[in-house]
């Protein structure tokens, strides 16, 4: 793999408006919020943080537009204005002709899973995000991961390492079929495989696939747009056509979609969940009454559905996300020149490193991926996130976690290049010492999601503690 171009400043295409000071813990404070945190960065209160990139759901800034639509809210229960704003708005990029709103994306998951999945079916996915995940088996089911083997090799240059293996999905339609199989799903960008993209003609043999066989497609679509940005930039044919143009084409070939709109609805928190079937919207609708609410609320304030109908447009701005790409190209470029190990192309929404290769020291039960976030935050108060056997170590098919990543996700329009500069000499310092990193073990460890509630302790203190003389 060549080095990555000497990384250009990305320009950013907003000014500030409002600002939010940054803690500055002293090298105390942090070892002693580490001791408290249990080693497990969750735990960390934001005061304790100085960049904070442990995720970039919904911990965007807003515009000034989509806050001009909160003072705008319309808090009537049923009917809000607000909601027919979200409603043709989601309609108009997707074309799906229900929608129900959801107080996030799990929540659109557990109403979908809870409606279409059951005990003993399959749902395959190019890869499942974590909370996704947990929600198939919360209904008994089989969450079954079909990405190519190329999703699993952090140093290979293939440009849409989150596409799907046709030919293992194949064969797992004919030999299970459709009524094992009662929905199909395709993750955009790849989250749980380092935000890698999925091209068009994947996406257009998976449905046809489905479509042959009856199995309803969904798209998980958080992060919709920038998928379609290197769709966009890479596949042939793509180039002059708009974001919301490629969007659309993957939504007319998909039967409903899922959304974190904590993502690319460029909000705080929301999602949604959207068919083409009405017979499943009804059940949908029976259960967003049971679990979340009215239809026209869904779980959220009123004017938080102002708020995303802006927001999935602005995220469709070819200069919003030329900056957000070019946001994670500069760190990963500013990484690469001192060596940094990376999983590579870099994507979308953060960068990966390569756990493996940059702490070849520690043995898979010294937890190198947590150790290696715990180090980044004792370094320089960057908060990031284990990507690997620790999120998704619960049982599955043997050696079905073979990347062992950490993230550093960047939020949306919060952060600008110095603050990424200051990242990047943070990792760049921790890779100088990697050697010297010790791993960690497990204390604690709940049945479900156990990254976000796990505690750990450093295994092999430097200095024995003997137990003092009685
Ligand atoms: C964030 C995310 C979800 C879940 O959404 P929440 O809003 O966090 O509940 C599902 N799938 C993917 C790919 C995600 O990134």
Known sequence: MTALESPALPFEPYKTKVVERIPNPSREDRERALERAGFNLFNLRSADVRIDLLTDSGTGAMSDRQWSAIMLGDESYAGSRNFAEFESAVRELTGFPHILPTHQGRGAENLLFSVLASEGSIVPNNMHFDTTQAHVRHQGAEPRN??????????SDVPFKGNVDVDRLAELLATAGPHRVPLAM?????????????????????AGLCRAQGVPLYVDMCRWAENAYFVREREPGMASRSIAEIGRAFFDLADGATMSAKKDGLVNIGGFVATR????????????????GFPTYGGLA??????????????????????????????????????????????????????????????????????LVVELYREGGVRAVEVGSIMFGDPGPPGARSLELVRLAIPRRVYSASH???????????????????????????????HFTARFAPVSPAVEVLPRPA
Do not use: C
């Open 302 to 371: 009123r004017r938080d559905l102002g708020a995303i109908a802006v927001g999935l447009e602005e995220a469709t701005d070819l200069d919003y996300l030329e900056h957000r790409i070019g946001q994670v190209r500069y760190l990963a470029g500013r990484l690469d020149a001192v060596g940094v190990p990376m999983f590579k192309p870099i994507g979308g929404h953060g960068v990966y490193l390569d756990v493996r290769r940059f702490l070849p020291h520690l043995a898979a039960d010294e937890l190198p991926g947590q150790a």
């Open 146 to 155: 079909l990405a190519i083997a190329a999703a699993y090799d952090p140093e």
């Open 420 to 450: 990424l500069a200051y990242v990047a000499d943070v990792v760049g310092r921790v890779y100088a010492r990697r050697d010297a990193v010790r791993g960690l073990t497990m204390t604690y460890r709940p049945e479900r999601l156990p």
């Open 186 to 206: 395709v993750t955009l960008t790849n989250n749980s495989g380092a935000g890698q993209p999925v091209s068009l003609a994947n996406f257009r043999a998976v």
């Open 277 to 292: 079937d009405g017979r499943v919207a009804e059940r949908l609708k029976e259960a967003l009454i049971l679990f979340e």
